[in-house]
């Protein structure tokens, strides 16, 4: 089943150099990047993301933290995309993300837990709308699909 899901680069992971290595695992997983861009939220786009945990205790620093620089944005598709993305970066506490997965290996703190993927393909749906247009996202066949 092929299906799109949102996935952003934390700044922090822009800050410690390791865009290439994160984007390196999900093109080694077979997920097929169909938009990318570099881009700054503002306290707005942060808001409308995680508009699910307003009210929570973590809400507040994680708006601060995400607009505190710049941000990877992509979206990557490929069979069950959603669910697969979400295995390939882990658990959202490190503590309990397994090694292996982007989270079990980068990071120490749950806010700056390196990556955000969607977590349902409704979530996914709104989520890319939030940040590409159509004319952003490019639909290309992978020669290697027939290989994974
Ligand atoms: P997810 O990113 O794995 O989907 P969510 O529960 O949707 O996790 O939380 C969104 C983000 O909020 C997390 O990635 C993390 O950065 C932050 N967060 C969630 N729970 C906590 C917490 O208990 N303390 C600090 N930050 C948190
Ligand atoms: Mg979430």
Same mark, same amino acid.
Request: charged share 30%.
């Given at each position: 089943m092929e299906e799109r899901t949102f996935v952003y680069l934390k700044p922090n992971t822009i800050q410690r150099q390791l865009v290439g290595e994160v984007i390196r695992r999900f093109e080694r997983r077979g997920? $097929?990047?169909v938009a990318l861009k570099m881009l700054w939220l503002n306290q707005e786009q942060a808001e409308a993301l995680y508009a699910e945990h307003k009210? $929570?205790?973590f809400y507040e620093p994680l708006i601060k933290f995400v607009t505190s620089g710049p941000i990877v944005a992509m979206i990557l598709e490929g069979p069950h995309a959603v669910r697969l993305v979400r295995h390939t970066i882990g658990s959202t506490d490190p503590l309990e993300a397994s090694g292996g997965t982007i989270r079990g290996d980068f990071a120490v703190s749950v806010r700056k837990n390196i990556v955000h993927a969607s977590d349902s393909p409704e979530s996914a749906r709104r989520e890319i709308s939030l940040f590409f247009d159509e004319k952003e996202i490019f639909d290309y066949p992978l020669l290697l699909e027939e290989h994974f």
């Amino acid at each position: 089943m092929e299906e799109r899901t949102f996935v952003y680069l934390k700044p922090n992971t822009i800050q410690r150099q390791l865009v290439g290595e994160v984007i390196r695992r999900f093109e080694r997983r077979g997920l $097929k990047i169909v938009a990318l861009k570099m881009l700054w939220l503002n306290q707005e786009q942060a808001e409308a993301l995680y508009a699910e945990h307003k009210g $929570k205790n973590f809400y507040e620093p994680l708006i601060k933290f995400v607009t505190s620089g710049p941000i990877v944005a992509m979206i990557l598709e490929g069979p069950h995309a959603v669910r697969l993305v979400r295995h390939t970066i882990g658990s959202t506490d490190p503590l309990e993300a397994s090694g292996g997965t982007i989270r079990g290996d980068f990071a120490v703190s749950v806010r700056k837990n390196i990556v955000h993927a969607s977590d349902s393909p409704e979530s996914a749906r709104r989520e890319i709308s939030l940040f590409f247009d159509e004319k952003e996202i490019f639909d290309y066949p992978l020669l290697l699909e027939e290989h994974f």
